[in-house]
């Protein structure tokens, strides 16, 4: 069955450090991939997507990620974090309809 | 900037009592799903409209949920009865036919006692 693995749950990174969240998804063709945002009781924000093309997208609030095929990844990254970034997040793949991984709950220390 | 509407935002039921949730997506999405989020995971895909028809409702508890999008436009997810282990975050997400972006709600936070 496809899936999409996150292997962290929880991420602590000192506020303007560097981040890296990882994804790992499971199918054969390019899927489409997502990162999503969730501040606490709040909805789904899409930080960015990749559906072919170049393979590093830019997203919303300084947040990239690179699509890497031969290791099955999509890890969403940011150059400096900052303390408003504290929130889950959670990469998806869209098949037939959206897959979402576990999440990766992340924490910014001052 | 156009949003997904869902209400209420917080519910406390107890078991095997009935409740409903409302959802209505941002204007001129034809697509809608709702999605169970349970503490801890992700969402998971219960119920998804195109216009007014199901198109998918292989997860949908059959047994105790229904959902209806009568005119196509909002929606309504029911338990009856609920149970304990229904506890979640319900959310509702649309988009645009055909389009792999979908746009979540804030979700309503259901506790059954």
């Known amino acids: 069955a496809q899936s999409v693995t996150q292997p962290d749950i929880h991420i602590t990174v000192s506020e303007g450090a560097s981040l890296e969240l990882r994804c790992n998804y499971s199918?054969?063709?390019?899927?489409?991939l997502f990162w999503y945002v969730q501040s606490p009781g709040q909805g789904l924000q899409l930080l960015l997507k990749?559906?072919?093309?170049?393979?590093l997208v830019q997203g919303i609030k300084g947040f990239e990620a690179e699509f890497k095929r031969s290791q099955s990844s999509f890890n969403l990254r940011k150059p400096s974090v900052h303390w408003s970034d504290a929130a889950e997040y959670f990469c998806a793949w869209y098949g037939n309809k959206l897959v979402f991984g576990a999440g990766t709950i992340l924490r910014v220390k001052s | 900037e156009a949003e997904v509407a869902q209400s209420p935002r917080y519910k406390i039921t107890e078991k095997s009592q009935a409740v409903a949730f409302w959802c209505d997506p941002i204007s001129g999405h034809a697509t809608l799903y709702w999605y169970r989020q349970i503490l801890g995971q992700g969402p998971e895909l219960l119920v998804q409209?195109?216009?007014?028809?199901?198109?998918?409702d292989s997860q949908l508890p059959k047994d105790r949920f229904s959902a209806e999008r009568l005119k196509g436009v909002d929606s309504t997810l029911k338990i009856q009865p609920a149970e304990l282990g229904d506890s979640a975050m319900y959310l509702c997400?649309?988009?645009?036919?055909?389009?792999?972006?979908?746009?979540f709600g804030p979700g309503t936070r259901l506790t059954v006692t």
């Open positions: 199918y054969g063709a390019t899927p489409y």
């Open positions: 409209f195109q216009d007014e028809s199901v198109v998918d």
């Open positions: 997400a649309s988009s645009f036919p055909e389009s792999y972006e979908q746009y």
């Open positions: 990749y559906f072919s093309g170049d393979t």
